[in-house]
């Protein structure tokens, strides 16, 4: 369907692959519409059952393309920059509204923009040794995407706090007992796993099946545009200051930062 993007089917069930993976699945906004558009491509889908997302080589994704994150002095106007900021929440509204379970495979890292996509799936398998976080505070950015409410109702206020404020990445083993990880397996076994935990769901009534996703997710969610409304306005200021070009810095020198708060 893309160059990002690989789709099979198996039976009821269709896997999509990030396949990109000789950057690690980094996230440009062209994979983020890419899968956007996977995502709508389910909606006429009678077929499809259920829908398995995991990622090609070694790790899961290492989030956002430092390429497209900048940090230098030639930037566009702050309106396309704002424009532009609305597209992860965009792409996890289309990742929740999949009328189908979908069941996303983990193995090795995923950080940022990758744990928001796996928290938009319904349930996530890890392989034992992968490690899952969100890296945004390390670069003087707030966790956006509207993916915060998402990480609170699976773990609570207090573990979300350690998870998004801390940028550390933790081990599945951990996640599984948090809420953030359905299960943890070995990697040889994960995509086996991943796929039967989507047969299991393909075989049950649609419809009743459908009808209950949705009606829990917009329970669970009946607040968030409300409160995150302002999340890319929280971003916007903070890939302006001077913090954010420090820790754009010191991630690719792989030094620690020396934030001022300026």
């Given at each position: 369907m893309s160059e990002y993007f690989k789709l099979e089917r198996r039976g009821r069930v269709t896997i999509v692959t990030m396949d990109r993976a000789e950057r690690?699945?980094?996230?440009?906004?062209?994979?983020?519409?890419?899968?956007?558009?996977v995502a709508h491509s389910f909606e006429d889908?009678?077929?499809?059952?259920a829908v398995v997302l995991r990622a090609a080589g070694e790790n899961f994704?290492?989030?956002?393309?430092?390429?497209?994150?900048?940090?230098?002095?030639?930037?566009?106007?702050?309106?396309?920059?704002?424009?532009?900021?609305?597209?992860?929440?965009?792409?996890?509204?289309?990742?929740?509204?999949i009328h189908q379970p979908t069941i996303c495979a983990v193995q090795g890292i995923s950080t940022g923009g990758a744990t928001c996509i796996a928290t938009a799936c319904d349930f996530r398998i890890a392989s034992r040794e992968a490690r899952?976080?969100?890296g945004e505070v390390k670069l003087g950015m707030n966790l956006m995407w509207h993916a915060l409410p998402t990480c609170v109702q699976l773990v609570g206020p207090s573990r979300a706090k350690q998870l998004i404020m801390?940028?550390?990445?933790?081990?599945?083993e951990t996640l599984v007992d948090w809420g953030l990880v359905d299960e943890v397996c070995e990697r040889e076994a994960l995509n086996a796993r991943a796929l039967k935990w989507a047969e299991e769901y393909a075989a049950l009534p649609p419809i009743s099946v459908q009808m209950i996703k949705r009606s829990i997710n917009r329970f669970a969610g009946a607040l968030d545009e409300a409160v995150m409304h302002a999340d890319a306005d929280q971003w916007l200021i903070g890939v302006r200051s001077a913090d954010f070009r420090e820790g754009i810095r010191a991630l690719k020198e792989k030094q620690p930062g020396q934030f001022r708060g300026d």
């Amino acid at each position: 369907m893309s160059e990002y993007f690989k789709l099979e089917r198996r039976g009821r069930v269709t896997i999509v692959t990030m396949d990109r993976a000789e950057r690690h699945n980094a996230i440009n906004r062209a994979m983020m519409q890419a899968l956007i558009e996977v995502a709508h491509s389910f909606e006429d889908d009678e077929d499809t059952r259920a829908v398995v997302l995991r990622a090609a080589g070694e790790n899961f994704s290492f989030g956002a393309d430092l390429d497209e994150m900048g940090g230098g002095e030639s930037r566009p106007s702050i309106i396309k920059i704002r424009r532009q900021a609305e597209l992860g929440a965009k792409l996890m509204r289309s990742l929740r509204d999949i009328h189908q379970p979908t069941i996303c495979a983990v193995q090795g890292i995923s950080t940022g923009g990758a744990t928001c996509i796996a928290t938009a799936c319904d349930f996530r398998i890890a392989s034992r040794e992968a490690r899952m976080g969100y890296g945004e505070v390390k670069l003087g950015m707030n966790l956006m995407w509207h993916a915060l409410p998402t990480c609170v109702q699976l773990v609570g206020p207090s573990r979300a706090k350690q998870l998004i404020m801390s940028g550390r990445l933790l081990p599945a083993e951990t996640l599984v007992d948090w809420g953030l990880v359905d299960e943890v397996c070995e990697r040889e076994a994960l995509n086996a796993r991943a796929l039967k935990w989507a047969e299991e769901y393909a075989a049950l009534p649609p419809i009743s099946v459908q009808m209950i996703k949705r009606s829990i997710n917009r329970f669970a969610g009946a607040l968030d545009e409300a409160v995150m409304h302002a999340d890319a306005d929280q971003w916007l200021i903070g890939v302006r200051s001077a913090d954010f070009r420090e820790g754009i810095r010191a991630l690719k020198e792989k030094q620690p930062g020396q934030f001022r708060g300026d």
